[in-house]
């Protein structure tokens, strides 16, 4: 499986970005699909999670109501939609891939390690 993201860019605090990740290979229906970001110097971290149906979401505190993930599995793409954003949301922001088999466990869905394929990160800015 390849994740491609997109749609990284420099913005100014307040404005918005939409983020694409593209899978190829696999069977993309059956995954679920989380981005992940890392600020300079910072570790990565959950952003946001939605299930193989897309009829579940989570996200992280810090974007929650401003940040909506979604996916097309017609398109085999997941979205990240940012709106408000703020200089902390600066980092590079990775899409992830969790299969079947890794989706166990109390926390999976917001677990780094229940998530097999990793895109190759996409850099968003956000100016004061």
């Known amino acids: 499986v390849q994740l491609q993201a997109s749609g990284g860019g420099l913005v100014q605090a307040g404005g918005s970005l939409r983020l694409s990740c593209a899978a190829s290979?696999?069977?993309?229906?059956?995954?679920?699909m989380a981005w992940f970001r890392q600020a300079p110097g910072k570790e990565r971290e959950f952003v946001a999670t939605i299930t193989w149906s897309g009829g579940s979401t989570y996200y992280a505190d810090s974007v929650k109501g401003r940040f909506t993930i979604s996916r097309d599995n017609a398109k085999n793409t997941v979205y990240l939609q940012m709106n408000s954003l703020k200089p902390e949301d600066t980092a590079i922001y990775y899409c992830?891939?969790?299969?079947?088999?890794?989706?166990?466990?109390?926390?999976?869905?917001?677990?780094?390690?229940?998530?097999?394929?990793w895109g190759q990160g996409t850099l968003v800015t956000v100016s004061s």
């Open positions: 992830a891939a969790s299969p079947p088999h890794r989706q166990y466990g109390s926390s999976w869905l917001v677990s780094q390690d229940s998530y097999e394929y």
């Open positions: 290979g696999g069977t993309f229906s059956s995954y679920a």
